[in-house]
T-cell receptor, first 111, second 115 residues
Framework: QQQVKQSPQSLIVQKGGISIINCAYE??????FPWYQQFPGKGPALLIA?????SEKKEGRFTISFNKSAKQFSLHIMDSQPGDSATYFC??????????FGKGTMLLVSP | DAGVIQSPRHEVTEMGQEVTLRCKPI?????LFWYRQTMMRGLELLIY????????DSGMPEDRFSAKMPNASFSTLKIQPSEPRDSAVYFC?????????????FGPGTRLLVL
């Protein structure tokens, strides 16, 4: 019930392409969906987050798409750059719970 | 401003030894989290403190693991005795208020290798 399933496990995208990472959840009480970005040797850092009252949120080249009926959300990175190469974690929580993280997607953007 | 500070950054120890990991959260943050990261299991929450009080320790793997937060600016995670399967990166994170929609700020992690 608390799981957040993330796919793919790894992803290689050419520079300038679109990177897409997907997450699915079961707990309908989840109402906050952040994405964290982690560079090698560093801790994760908040990238972008969405609440279920909107279907999309965009910040620069990063967009979260949210499908409440399907219980799925995804991260789209437009015009992917080598500097975007990192591990990306989706997560979910209720108003009071701790974050439940997906297992992560290792993104490599080739020059 | 200093972020979350963890020490040591790297630790190599032998099976059976005691390991102590340390964390200094961001000043003014009331919530502190300890996570373990492995390739197989991803990021796992071990324990969460609010106002120095342990709120949820359901993620602590077994009695060999213990965590304390004696004051608002310091926390420790202790493993005694350590085992090779404890090898992982351990992260400490803090947030301004209790979890939910609060941003968690992660430290750089402690990479632990138990031989």
């Amino acid at each position: 019930q608390q799981q957040v399933k993330q796919s793919p496990q790894s992803l290689i995208v050419q520079k300038g392409g679109i990177s897409i990472i997907n997450c699915a959840y079961e707990n309908t009480a989840f109402d906050y969906f952040p994405w964290y970005q982690q560079f090698p040797g560093k801790g994760p850092a908040l990238l972008i987050a969405i609440r279920p009252d909107v279907s999309e949120k965009k910040e620069g080249r990063f967009t979260i798409s949210f499908n409440k009926s399907a219980k799925q959300f995804s991260l789209h990175i437009m015009d992917s750059q080598p500097g975007d190469s990192a591990t990306y974690f989706c997560a979910a929580s209720t108003g009071y719970s701790t974050l439940t993280f997906g297992k992560g997607t290792m993104l490599l953007v080739s020059p | 401003d200093a972020g979350v500070i963890q020490s040591p950054r790297h630790e190599v120890t032998e099976m059976g030894q005691e390991v102590t990991l340390r964390c200094k959260p961001i000043s003014g943050h009331n919530s502190l989290f300890w996570y373990r990261q492995t390739m197989m299991r991803g990021l796992e929450l071990l324990i969460y403190f609010n106002n120095n009080v342990p709120i949820d320790d359901s993620g602590m793997p077994e009695d060999r693991f213990s965590a304390k937060m004696p004051n608002a600016s310091f926390s420790t995670l202790k493993i005694q005795p350590s085992e090779p399967r404890d090898s992982a990166v351990y992260f400490c994170a803090s947030s301004l208020r209790p979890p939910g929609e609060e941003t968690q700020y992660f430290g750089p992690g402690t990479r632990l290798l138990v031989l």
